[in-house]
């Protein structure tokens, strides 16, 4: 697939320049690439100033304790809707980005029962259909707070099998067991409403 990008800006050029991004981590996950990417387009030069949350909320209160100057939000995340209604919060850009390549994941040396246990944020959920062999039906998906949280329940055998990104099963020493493709997505950056403009 190819990679394709475009900017809805808003307030970025014009808003609060980008100090310091907030997003969903550990290391590994899509929107660590996503705030990257952002950071080299708008960001004020030198090493990347990318902070990692365990959940976007957490990325959003840290923006609103001023920790971090933006945050971004995967489109696909349901509850991006609460940024979107908060009015301390504003809409500053939108832009498209192909996250790394999704596949599902096995610890090294783990025996996959024919029923799977596997772990996803819920955002890529019905990729785990579309990219799990037919071998394997699914017994239980079991959340994770990230695609990296998820690929660390694999790495610890809480789960049988885990939707992750390329960097995380890197990451977690894990191995893919389908095909991968990277989602195309649109990425939501949000700053203080009462920012400088
Ligand atoms: O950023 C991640 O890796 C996530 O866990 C959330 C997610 C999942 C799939 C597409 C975009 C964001």
Redesign the pocket.
């Known amino acids: 697939m190819n990679q394709a990008t475009g900017w809805i800006d808003t307030a970025l050029s014009a808003g609060p320049s980008v100090e310091t991004i907030g997003?969903?981590g550990p290391a590994?996950?899509?929107?660590?690439q996503?705030a990257l990417y952002l950071w080299a387009d708008h960001g004020r030069g030198g090493p990347p100033a990318v902070r990692l949350y365990d959940t976007y909320e957490e990325a959003g209160d840290a923006l609103r304790a001023g920790a971090v100057s933006h945050v971004v939000v995967?489109n696909?995340?349901a509850s991006v809707h609460a940024f979107y209604m908060d009015p301390s919060l504003r809409f500053a850009g939108a832009f498209l980005f192909d996250?790394p390549h999704?596949g599902i994941a096995v610890s090294q040396g783990h025996r996959i029962p024919k029923a799977a246990r596997i772990a996803t944020?819920p955002?890529?959920v019905p990729l785990v259909e579309e990219l799990l062999p037919e071998e394997y039906s699914v017994a239980e998906i079991r959340y994770a707070t990230?695609?990296?949280a998820?690929a660390d329940q694999a790495r610890r055998r809480e789960a049988d099998l885990a939707l992750t990104?390329m960097p995380?099963a890197k990451a977690h020493s894990l191995e893919f067991i389908s095909r991968t493709r990277p989602?195309r997505?649109l990425w939501s950056v949000f700053t203080l409403a009462c920012a400088d403009s």
């Open positions: 997003t969903l590994g996950t899509s929107s660590e996503a995967a696909a995340y996250t999704y944020h955002a890529p990230s695609t990296s998820a990104t995380a989602i997505m």
